[in-house]
Structure formats: structure tokens, C-alpha cells
């Protein structure tokens, strides 16, 4: 019996050391190393270097999300709106419930002209976790389609998800002003210019809130301290042309005393 165990020993030795060595992957191979090297490219503003690593990682692994997402972000910086809509729906069918890679696709097919694609893209973010930039894309498409009430929810849900946002707010501004409603868009116009106040866009837009509001002197005091910094030449006449109606306006007023 004793023979016949050490003979089973020896026979489990032999197998083990005649088993195959297995191949080890060298650290700097395989979708992980190019990725990295993508991520370092970026970093130094290479876009086509970083490209063609991502395209390296996925052809090693062809369901290595993380590259097409980078992939999707770099094709929309370069606007290559075809092919960032490609890479940031691969990524989709492999990660579904990214919020953020959602919103992105918004602004993708948005870049392309599918605004109902668009839709659908930023209400599946907005629905997973109230997505701060696919509520802010989803008002912005709707205030352009002039569906000012819908456009409305989207922007306050977009100041509610990101509060520290002057587009955000900016945006809501512009909606409430376009609905009537002055006195609102004032203050929330007024919010994005605190959180941004070399904001040009934002002291133009708190100007108009004001003029409909009646706050001459506020308007005008911001379009006179604006105006020095503005350089294109088609803003600068339009804020001429609201300090003349601010002018005009002062002067019926005092006509009227």
C-alpha cells in the first residue's frame, strides 16, 4: 500500500512539473496599456495620438468600454459628430446606465440635427438620476422648439440637480423673460452673474430682464460697464441699441411727470 502511494506521488509530481508554463501578459500590453496611453496623449492635448491608441485597445478587446466613451468625447471636441454618435453608443450597449455618456450622446445627435434623438437621449439620463447637463440640453432643445413651459421644468431641474451653474441659471433667465415673467427671470439672472461675473452673455441677458422689468437705471448701469469688454462688433450695436431704448424709454417716463 505504502508503494503504491509513493508511485500516485511521483505520478502527481511528474503531471505538475509537465504541465505547460501559462503565458503571462506583459504589463505594458494588452486594452488597459493603450488606454493609459490615450489618457497621456490627451493630457498633452495630442487628440489623433490619443485616437489611435483607443483604436488599438478596442481592436485587442472589442468591448473595452472605457475607450469608446474617451473615444466618443475626443470625436465630439474635433467635431466628428458621426463618429462620436458610433463610439458613445457602442459604449451605451455596454455601459446602459451612464447618465452622463447619455447626455453627451443628446449633444451629439443635437450637433446633427436629430433633435428627436436628441430628446430621447437627454429624457433617459434625466430619468436615471436627473442628469445636471442632460436637464440643461433637454431645456435648451425645448427653448429652441419654443416649448417654453416644458423648457421651463427642464431648467429649473437643471438649476436644482447643479446650483453652483451660471448657465444653468443664465438659461432659466432666458426662459422665464421669454414667458413674461420679469421679475423672476431677474433674479435668476442675477444669480448667474454672481456665480459668473465677467460673463458677458449674462450681464447682456440680466440687462434685457431688467428693461422689461422697468429697472432702467439697473440696465443701464450694466450695459455701460459691459460694453468696454465686448469685441463683437454685432453685440456692441445691440447693446447701443438697448442703452437708446433705455434713453428713450427714461425720457417717456419723465415726460410723463
Known sequence: MFKKLLVLAALLCFVVAAAPEQKKKHPKEGPDYEYEKAMLSMKYGLEDESLKYLNQAVALDARHAPSYKLMGLIQFRKKNYAEAATAFEKYLELVP???????????????????????????????????????????????????????????????????????????????????????????????????????????????????????FARARELYERVLPRVKDPALKEKIDGYLKLIKDQEAALNAEK
Open 97 to 215: 446606465g451612464d447618465s452622463e455618456a447619455l447626455a453627451n450622446l443628446g449633444y451629439v445627435h443635437e450637433s446633427l440635427g436629430q433633435a428627436d434623438k436628441a430628446e430621447a437621449d437627454y429624457k433617459k439620463a434625466v430619468a436615471l438620476d436627473r442628469n445636471a447637463n442632460a436637464c440643461f440640453g433637454l431645456a435648451k432643445l425645448l427653448l429652441a422648439q419654443k416649448r417654453l413651459p416644458e423648457a421651463l421644468d427642464s431648467a429649473r431641474q437643471a438649476v436644482a440637480a447643479n446650483e453652483k451653474s451660471a448657465a444653468a441659471h443664465n438659461l432659466l433667465g432666458v426662459i422665464l423673460n421669454q414667458m413674461g415673467k420679469y421679475g423672476e427671470a431677474e433674479t435668476s439672472l442675477q444669480n448667474a452673474l454672481l456665480l459668473a461675473p465677467d460673463d458677458v452673455n449674462v450681464s447682456v441677458n440680466l440687462g434685457i430682464a431688467c428693461i422689461n422689468n422697468k429697472q
